[in-house]
T-cell receptor, first 111, second 115 residues
């Protein structure tokens, strides 16, 4: 099946720094989704991308849908302690509604 | 987006027993899904819960181990049967995903530990 390769696995940064993480696949995706999961909670949708080349922002978060449709990145600017969590990329498998997830990027922000 | 409630939020169970997890949505939805998240891992789709018909299971998951019910458009249950320590995971339901621009949203999950 389709797989998503997410990197980096973890990041340790200082408050105020910018963060960048990405997701790649050997297969084409028509949708890219970015979720954040905090301890004790389910994943929360941050940004949804539906068009190749699309660049979408949500506050300090910006995500882009790669032109090749095989990658996406998520940037967080001026990180704050509440950005701590695990960030997952996801996309629908083979045109279905079923999602495949990346392995996640665990973000730690030091005050 | 829909409000999704899962019960129980967590449980500790004995080996060999079964537990049924409930997922309630505050509006009618066509698509409901069940995922497993093993400790420190990503999410893996168990099955799609189909209203009025049998669930559609992904490779590696079978109905005898994870029976699913979907009696209506707002409710579904997942049973984890004959549990072993390897079943210790977070089980999450999600809704949505049908049609264009309707991404899935998740409940807060059920944290299951098997002794």
């Amino acid at each position: 099946g389709q797989q998503l390769n997410q990197s980096p696995q973890s990041m340790f940064i200082q408050e105020g720094e910018d963060v960048s993480m990405n997701c790649t696949s050997s297969s084409i995706f028509n949708t890219w989704l970015w979720y954040k999961q905090e301890p004790g909670e389910g994943p929360v949708l941050l940004i949804a991308l539906y068009k190749a080349g699309e660049l979408t922002s949500n506050g300090r978060l910006t995500a882009q849908f790669g032109i090749t449709r095989k990658d996406s990145f998520l940037n967080i600017s001026a990180s704050i302690p509440s950005d701590v969590g695990i960030y997952f990329c996801a996309g629908p498998q083979g045109g279905s509604e079923k999602l495949v997830f990346g392995k996640g990027t665990k973000l730690t922000v030091n005050p | 987006s829909a409000v999704i409630s899962q019960k129980p939020s967590r449980d500790i169970c004995q080996r060999g027993t079964s537990l049924t997890i409930q997922c309630q949505v505050d509006s009618q939805v066509t698509m409901m899904f069940w995922y497993r998240q093993q400790p420190g891992q990503s999410l893996t789709l168990i099955a799609t819960a189909n209203q009025g018909s049998e669930a559609t299971y992904e490779s590696g998951f079978v109905i005898d181990k994870f029976p699913i019910s979907r009696p209506n458009l707002t409710f579904s249950t997942l049973t984890v049967s004959n549990m072993s320590p390897e079943d210790s995971s977070i089980y999450l339901c999600s809704v949505g995903g049908q049609g264009s621009n309707q991404p899935q949203h998740f409940g807060d999950g059920t944290r299951l530990s098997i002794l």
